[in-house]
């Protein structure tokens, strides 16, 4: 058949340039891949040309500044966060013998991390004899971890099917389960491993905190920094968040500071009173959230460094998604390189198989 | 009589024949069945239920082995369409349609695989719909170009299943517009499969520094096409050991040329890339290194024995090599998917459990006994004439 005296043709005297220029054409192409990545590697991050640069935050965002020497560790915000957004309760690992009830439904809520169940949780530090408060040594510490809110969220750039969303005005980084697949890319990819799905149910949900935005719709605070009796958990503009935080980080040990509640600018949820305290435990000057992978709009300050509090610290100042989708822009820029190559590769495939009678 | 002859020393396919329900056969059917009965707990009970996936490690081996892996495995089709058609090689020609075949269930499998793990499946068309895109998604890219090319490789398959059935007009029609389906056949996984790289890039900080790098891409590219290439080599030489057929060894020692290329060029990349990215430290005592260090070892034997020429004939280094490549591409994948990756917030821990396990060996056994069924039924190996004489 034709192939085969095509084949038996080439064998014969095209072959050998070929074979040559194949040989050459791999090693060519091999050298110049080398050559490539080792430059892409090696540069440094702004002269990177694979990396779209970072998303600036939304001028009004939003969120809320976590101060861990407030906390008391009362939970009244755990507790607020359920009420609010009709969480059921949830049972940690070592609650399980005692916590069962009368068959499925627990007594008492008592998470010890993020889950399906619960969109923010207090978690607590201790160290040798746990004596003094906000002191890494001998001494404990709260943090409260929900949602972030990123200024260039790695959830919302995953999402095949654009269930995650950043609102445009308010920055508040929503979860639309009616779009949703349930990958979980979302809970792979996130930084500070918030989003979470329920691995319990036939048909369970990617749940994580949503700012509580239906209690803003009726300008009322988010549940936590409702119910938050020390002003730990403050509610504002992001901006307004960070310039307190500033603020207090700055602060002496030893001196008389105003903390405010409920909403730092007073508007959300009325007025409300603030109170002076003492200050009693140093401040780290690191402010969390503030440069950590772009930014986030929650923030937070503490006495005990945040590596000691279980939240990621080396990271980068970028947001990941810089790199993943520059790298993504730059290849499928305008859909040119893989139209090129399809173009080659078919004008190849169309030659190479005309003379074929099958295939 | 003697065109006749002469056409059958020609490139002609035939089905193998023989009986389908042999005992490998059935043996593969019951492992089916078996991951029949967990899927039906899993859908009725929710992923936790029959998985040990959890919000540290919300992919698992599904994701891992089923999709990262089996797609690779599904790359034969890709890099014999790459040789026999774009660069012309026609005497790989009696490969092409074993390995669109191991392709198509390789890729079909993956997909289906997917929609076991999806925890929201019956959204799974959201993918396809244009109102709900998010152009930015490195999985959007994936899942679109993964479900175009099982169609695509459908129609590559076709001619097999028109010429069974006597369908001729048809066949010829499809025979004068297949070269677009070829063209997109290598241009498709040449995309999703570097993207799975990329897929990991996001990650971050949660990916050992000895996998995490903006090469990822690449690395994927290459172990795709060493996967395909290793899987083209270990099928051809199972299959004439299994069904009693003469070796294709030339033909092989001229894909062991190729293999050697290509995992000698991960090697080096590898390599300048973490002494570039100043991580090359990271090999002694760093995160997982011991499975660096395991997957370095079975690509660097797997490829240097193939150096010696003459072990590029010998069937049963060849089998020993592209089982070892094979292993190294596997490794490669699942330490960036798995074991190289690191939670957030934890800790966290994951291991399959068994059901888990069973469905993976279910998706696997269901491969092969479609394999089985159709190089039997439908006139895909290459017809073997007897030695004159």
């Known amino acids: 058949m034709s192939k085969n005296m095509m084949s038996k043709n080439k064998t014969s005297g095209a072959s050998v340039s070929r074979r040559g220029f194949l040989r050459n054409a791999v090693k060519g192409s091999a050298a110049a891949a080398a050559a490539a990545c080792t430059t892409v590697v090696a540069a440094p991050p702004e002269a990177n040309a694979l990396v779209r640069p970072p998303k600036p935050l939304p001028p009004d965002a939003v969120g809320l500044l976590y101060d861990s020497t407030l906390c008391i560790g009362c939970k009244a915000c755990v507790t607020a966060c359920k009420e609010v957004n009709h969480m059921p309760p949830d049972v940690g690992p070592a609650q399980q013998g005692w916590n069962a009830g009368g068959g499925d439904k627990p007594i008492y809520d008592s998470p010890v991390e993020l889950s399906a169940r619960t969109l923010n949780v207090i978690k607590a530090y201790s160290h040798g004899t746990g004596a003094t408060k906000d002191a890494a040594e001998n001494g404990f510490a709260f943090i409260k971890r929900q949602c972030l809110h990123c200024a260039d969220p790695s959830c919302v750039s995953v999402c095949p099917v654009s269930a995650m969303t950043k609102d445009a005005k308010t920055g508040i980084v929503n979860h639309d389960p009616s779009a949703c697949i349930g990958c979980r890319y979302c809970v792979l990819s996130c930084p500070f491993g918030v989003p979470k799905y329920d691995y319990n149910d036939a048909f369970g949900e990617i749940k994580k905190c949503q700012l509580c935005k239906q209690q803003l719709a009726k300008n009322e605070l988010p549940g936590c920094a409702d119910v938050c009796p020390t002003g730990a958990t403050l509610f504002g503009r992001t901006e307004d968040l960070k310039a307190e935080a500033k603020r207090r980080t700055a602060l002496k040990v030893g001196e008389y500071a105003h903390y405010p509640r409920g909403d730092i600018a007073g508007k959300v949820g009325g007025p409300r009173s603030g109170h002076e305290k003492l200050v009693e435990a140093a401040y780290q000057t690191h402010i969390y959230g503030e440069k950590e992978l772009g930014g986030t709009q929650c923030l937070a300050v503490s006495a005990v460094p945040f590596d000691k509090l279980n939240l990621p610290t080396n990271v980068p100042e970028n947001g990941y998604p810089t790199l993943s989708e520059g790298i993504q822009h730059t290849l499928y820029a305008g859909m040119i390189a893989p139209a090129t190559v399809f173009a080659g590769l078919a004008y190849l495939a169309h030659r190479n198989t005309k003379n074929h009678t099958d295939e | ?389």
């Open chain 2, 1 to 389: 009589m003697s065109s006749h002859v002469k056409e059958h020393h020609g490139h002609e396919h035939q089905p193998l024949g023989g009986r389908v329900l042999t005992l490998p056969f059935l043996i593969c059917a019951a492992l089916v069945a078996v991951a029949g009965v967990i899927l039906f707990q899993r859908y009725t009970q929710g992923l936790a239920a029959v998985s040990n996936l959890n919000d540290g490690y919300p992919w698992g081996i599904w994701v891992a082995i089923d999709v990262v892996i089996g797609s690779a495995f599904g790359c034969a089709g890709y890099v014999i369409a790459l040789l026999c058609y774009i660069l012309n090689r026609g005497e790989y020609h009696p490969l092409v349609r074993p390995a669109v075949l191991a392709s198509l269930f390789g890729y079909g499998l993956a997909g289906l695989a997917v929609l076991v793990d999806l925890g929201r499946y019956w959204n799974f068309y959201h993918m396809m719909l244009p109102w709900y895109a998010q152009p930015n998604s490195v999985m959007l890219e994936v899942g679109l170009c993964v479900a175009t090319y099982t169609l695509v490789l459908v129609v590559e398959f076709a001619p097999a299943f028109l010429e069974r059935f006597g369908i001729e007009g048809l066949r010829a029609k499809l025979n004068r517009v297949l070269w677009v389906f070829i063209a997109l056949g290598v241009l498709l996984p040449t995309m999703h499969q570097s993207s799975l790289g990329t897929m990991m890039v996001i990650v971050g900080h949660k990916l050992s520094p000895l996998w995490q790098s903006q090469m990822l891409p690449v690395f994927f590219l290459l172990t795709a096409i060493l996967m395909g290439f290793a899987i083209v080599v270990w099928e051809s030489v199972m299959a004439s050991l299994n069904f009693r057929r003469p070796m294709e060894t030339p033909v092989l020692s001229k894909l062991a040329g190729l293999m050697l290329v290509v995992a000698s060029l991960f090697v080096v990349l590898r390599v300048v890339d973490l002494i570039v990215r100043g991580q090359i430290g990271q090999i002694f005592g760093g995160p997982q290194s011991g499975w660096f260090v395991v997957e370095m070892a079975l690509m660097i034997s797997g490829l240097a024995l193939l150096i010696p020429k003459a072990n590029r004939n010998r069937s049963r280094a060849l089998f020993l090599s592209a089982s070892l490549l094979l292993a190294a591409g596997i490794l490669y994948r699942l330490n960036v998917y798995l074991i190289g990756f690191t939670p957030a917030v934890g800790p966290w821990h994951y291991f399959p459990s068994v059901k888990e396990i069973m469905v993976t060996v279910g998706v696997f056994a269901l491969e092969i006994a479609l394999y089985l069924l159709f190089v039997k039924k439908l006139p895909v190996m290459h017809a073997v004439h007897p030695e004159h004489g």
